[in-house]
């Protein structure tokens, strides 16, 4: 039998149509979303089947819009391959996807976990609001390559490494000034920069109005052990203690992003089968940057 891991993914996924066809088949799945329109207060399913895209891809709606619709395909994948559905034994998820992860592994309900995704979503929009910044994604190049550029760039601004997600594929988040320096370095350095359509410097202290936020949502939220490990995006580590699994939460807000190392740890326990559970292919696409050969199934309705 293959060593089955999860893997959840983060904002940036969404898009207008997402879920549409799970719902249509899954009565579990039209069930998820039914029971979030009701604990958001608006109908995020109008949002998600139809859009507009410029509300469905502010933070404030697409980080709920991305939990609900990964879980909804998960409940896709329990009606139709149940004996996978069981048998993962680990998991993980981009950023946002931590979250929906840690509802799989039994850590959080699914009310609880959306609450709190909300949340998040309001106070990071907030804090995006509050400073002007943004993320670039630099390709083609190796960390200290791109931790060089950062340095370099900081003469315009605050910036830092947001996010370690394969080899040639690291994001810097911060000051805008300083992003479009750290894009003018890279591509001298032979990179390429990419600008990410994001509300602002996600994964740096520039949030850290948002972490407060969080943390007492969180206070306020029951968070039990998990059934399976998952994966921190803080540092690439399973954890046990709900204590501990709320701390690194509310760290992973103004905290790179590890995923290269989280798929690294993965690969080393010894998982060699992946199911991508959500909108979009971005994670079997970085895996395959990390290990082509390993295998990683996409779940979803595209």
Known sequence: ???????FPGQGAQHVGMGKSVVEKVPAAKALFEQAN???GY????????????????TVVSQPAIFVTSLAALEMLRAELPDVANAAEVAAGLSLGEYTALVFAGAMSFEDGLKVVQKRGEAMQAAADATPSGMVSIL?????????VVDDASVA?????????????IVVSGANAACEKA?????????????????????????KPADDQLAEALAATTVEKPTIP??????????????????LLVRQVVSPVL?????????????????EIGPGKVLKGLLKRVNRKISCTTVNDS
């Open 43 to 58: 109908d995020l399913a109008k949002l998600c089947f139809q859009g507009p895209a410029a509300e469905l891809d502010s």
């Open 183 to 207: 894009a003018e370095l890279a591509g001298e350095a032979g990179g390429r920069a990419v600008p990410l359509a994001v509300a602002g410097a996600f994964h740096t202290n520039i949030m």
């Open 259 to 275: 995923w290269e190392d989280s798929l690294n740890a993965m690969l080393a326990a010894g998982v060699d089968e992946f199911y």
């Open 230 to 247: 998952v994966y921190s995006n803080v540092d690439a580590a399973t954890h046990d203690d709900p204590a501990e699994i709320r701390s």
């Open 38 to 40: 009701d604990v958001l």
């Open 157 to 169: 601004g605050e910036l830092h490494v947001a996010n370690y997600l394969c080899p040639g594929n």
């Open 1 to 7: 039998m293959p060593k089955i891991g999860f893997l």
């Open 140 to 148: 083609l190049l190796d960390r200290e390559q791109v931790e060089k």
